[in-house]
C-alpha cells in the first residue's frame, strides 16, 4: 500500500532562518506531488506542484521554493522564512493526471515563524 | 477571487439532526470532490463526481453535483460526533489543470 510522510511535524523558526521540509511517497512510481499551504481561514493553497524529477510549477509568487531531487521525494525550501510563511504545510501525491484522481494527503508540517 | 465559495463556513448542530453545507462556483467543473480533514491532518477524500446531476450516497452522507456542474452539495442526516472536522471541496476545471480549494465548512457536532 502507498504511504506518504513528512517531516518535520512541527517546527517553530525565527524570522530570516532558512527552511526546509521534506515529503516523501511509498509504494508507488511516479506520482504527481503537491506542495500546499493552509492558513486558518484561507483553505488549501496550492505552492507548488510536480509532474517528474526535476520538473517544478510554481502557483504563486513568493519566497518559497520546491526541488524534486528522486521520483518520490519533494523539498519545500526558503532561504529566509517570513512572518507570513506561518501556516500547516501539506504534501499530497496522485497517480493519475486525470479529471478525476484523488489526492492522498500526508499529516502536515506545522511552521510558526516568529 | 475565490473559484469555489462554500457555504456556511461554520456550523454546529446537535447530535441526530440533519444539514447540508455548499460549494458554488461560476465555473465549470469536469470532476469535483470531498474531502474531510480533522484537526492536525490532512484531508482524506470522500468523494468524487463527474456528471452534472449525479448523486453519491456514503452511508449517511449524500453528495449532489449540479446540473450545470457548477455547484455541489453535502447533505448528512442523523449527524454525529464523529462527523466534526472542516470539509472541502475541491473542483478541477480541465484535465490538465490541478485540484482548487474551497476554503471549507467547519462543521461541529455536539453530543
Known amino acids: 500500500s502507498q504511504t506518504i510522510h513528512q517531516w518535520p511535524a512541527t517546527l517553530v523558526q525565527p524570522v530570516g532562518s532558512p527552511l526546509s521540509l521534506e515529503c516523501t511517497v511509498e509504494g508507488t512510481s511516479n506520482p504527481n506531488l503537491y506542495w500546499y499551504r493552509q492558513a486558518a481561514g484561507r483553505g488549501l493553497q496550492l505552492l507548488f506542484y510536480s509532474v517528474g524529477i526535476g520538473q517544478i510549477s510554481s502557483e504563486v509568487p513568493q519566497n518559497l521554493s520546491a526541488s524534486r531531487p528522486q521520483d518520490r521525494q519533494f523539498i519545500l525550501s526558503s532561504k529566509k522564512l517570513l512572518l507570513s510563511d506561518s501556516g500547516f504545510y501539506l504534501c499530497a501525491w496522485s497517480s493519475l493526471a486525470g479529471f478525476a484522481d484523488t489526492q492522498y494527503f500526508g499529516p502536515g508540517t506545522r511552521l510558526t515563524v516568529l | 477571487t475565490q473559484l469555489l465559495e462554500q457555504s456556511p463556513q461554520f456550523l454546529s448542530i446537535q447530535e441526530g439532526e440533519n444539514l447540508t453545507v455548499y460549494c458554488n462556483s461560476s465555473?465549470?467543473?469536469?470532476?469535483l470532490q470531498w474531502y474531510r480533514q480533522e484537526p492536525g491532518e490532512g484531508p482524506v477524500l470522500l468523494v468524487t463526481v463527474v456528471t452534472g446531476g449525479e448523486v453519491k450516497k456514503l452511508k449517511r452522507l449524500t453528495f449532489q453535483f449540479g446540473d450545470a456542474r457548477k455547484d455541489s452539495s453535502l447533505h448528512i442526516t442523523a449527524a454525529q460526533p464523529g462527523d466534526t472536522g472542516l470539509y472541502l471541496c475541491a473542483g478541477r476545471v480541465s484535465e490538465n489543470t490541478p485540484l482548487v480549494f474551497g476554503k471549507g465548512t467547519r462543521l461541529s457536532v455536539i453530543a
Open positions: 465555473s465549470v467543473f469536469s470532476s
